[in-house]
C-alpha cells in the first residue's frame, strides 16, 4: 500500500527532543514538580495535569518557550523525508501532544499540510494560565479519524510515524504503522514495521 497521507508524532521523530514540554519546565526551574504530575496523571488526566501545570506557570515570560521553539533540532534526513514525501504527491501531517509553535515552525520549514498541537497562550509576553489541549494523551486516533474524513481517504490509506506509548492509539488505526527510533516494546508490539536510529530517511523503503 502506497499511503496517501503521513502523519507524523512531532517530538523525538521530527524533532530529536522527546517531550517538548519537560524541556519548558527545564527552562522554568519546574521540572521535579513537572515529573511527579506527569507520573500523575500525564495518562490518566490530561486536563487535570494541564491545569495543575497551568498554576505552576502562570504569568512566566513567554520567551524561554520561544527560546525552545527556535534552537530545538531536527532529526537526520527530516528535510530530506519530507520532500520525498511530498514530491510523490503525498500530504503530510503532524500530530503532537506538543506544541503548536513548534509544529507551525516546521509546518513552515517543511511545507507539511496539516499540523494538530497544542498551545500555550500568553499575553503581553507571560503567560496568561491558559492552555487549549486540542491533542490530549489519548487523542491522536480520534484526529486521525477527522483529517481522513476531511481529506475524503480511510485510515487504511494513512501511514504513521511515531515514538512513543501516546502514538499507539493511532498506528492501531492505520494502514501502515512505523515505530521510530523507540525503546517502548509496548509501541514496538503495536506497529507493522520497527526502525531503528533517529535517522528519519529510513522510513522512506517502507513507504514506497
Ligand atoms: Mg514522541
Known sequence: MVPKLVCFDMDGVIFKENYFWNKVHEAYGTLELGLQLNKKYLYTDYHALVHEVMKLWKGKTVQPIFDIVANSEYNPGVRETIKEIKQ??????????????????????????????????????????????????????????????????????????????????????????????????????????????????KILPYLF
Do not use: Y
Open 88 to 201: 510523490r504527491g503525498v500530504m503530510t501531517a503532524i500530530i503532537s501532544n506538543g506544541s503548536w509553535l513548534l509544529a507551525k515552525r516546521a509546518k513552515q520549514e517543511l511545507g507539511i499540510s496539516h499540523i494538530f498541537a497544542n498551545e500555550i497562550h500568553h499575553h503581553d509576553g507571560l503567560l496568561d494560565g491558559t492552555f487549549t489541549a486540542t491533542v490530549d494523551m489519548n487523542g491522536k486516533g480520534v484526529i486521525v479519524a477527522r483529517l481522513c474524513e476531511a481529506l475524503g481517504i480511510t485510515p487504511a490509506d494513512v501511514a504513521a510515524v511515531g515514538d512513543d506509548d501516546n502514538d499507539i492509539v493511532m498506528m492501531e488505526l492505520v494502514g501502515k504503522s512505523i515505530a521510530f527510533n523507540t525503546r517502548s516494546e509496548k509501541l514496538k508490539n503495536s506497529c507493522d514495521i520497527v526502525v531503528e536510529g533517529n535517522d528519519l530517511r
